[in-house]
């Protein structure tokens, strides 16, 4: 029984000897293969959303375009960019001092802001009002900058692509 109890403790002391020359040296007798590079998860680019964009122009004979972007806000939640930008026909009086634009939903056109951006390709060459809104019956006429109360009035001729640049619009529509 000496004897057993003996080896038992020299079995005993030689494990933990063992165990604490592992833990105090920095040399670990456990090898580790190299990491490859190709093994290492590589950063994923974060993915951005691509912005919508317009498609190119190509005018048919005889037709114009109006392009433009408009920066709507909206008066009473910030910035509204689903909205519609609807293009009205104006006829002049005789003297093209003053007119009337009415807008037919049945056979006039209306477009869907893109990222602020629209165009309306091959119309008819005339005179046209812009107006803004989710709805034609909540739009507003794109005003003259000096003349609030008037609407601006934009001419194209044939084979003209007329780019009205960049327009502030206020709106209260939701």
């Not at 290492?40 to 317009?54: D, E, F, H, Q």
């Amino acid at each position: 029984m000496k004897k057993s109890f003996f080896i038992l403790l020299i079995v005993i002391t030689y494990l933990i000897v063992s165990c604490q020359s592992f833990l105090t040296n920095p040399q670990s007798p456990i090898k580790t293969p190299p990491v490859s590079p190709l093994a290492m998860p590589s950063p994923r680019p974060t993915p951005t959303k691509p912005k919508p964009t317009l498609e190119p122009i190509s005018l048919k004979p005889d037709k114009a375009a109006i392009v433009g972007k408009i920066e709507v806000k909206n008066v009473l939640e910030g910035t509204s960019p689903d909205l519609n930008i609807f293009l009205a026909p104006f006829t002049w009086n005789e003297s093209k001092t003053d007119g009337v634009f009415l807008y037919n939903t049945q056979t006039d056109i209306s477009v869907k802001l893109i990222s602020g951006q629209f165009q309306f390709a091959n119309i008819t060459p005339g005179s046209y009002v812009l107006l803004v809104g989710n709805e034609i019956q909540n739009s507003a006429a794109i005003k003259i900058e000096k003349e609030k109360e008037k609407a601006e009035v934009f001419e194209v001729k044939a084979g003209q692509i007329l780019d009205i640049g960049k327009r502030k619009v206020l709106t209260l529509a939701p």
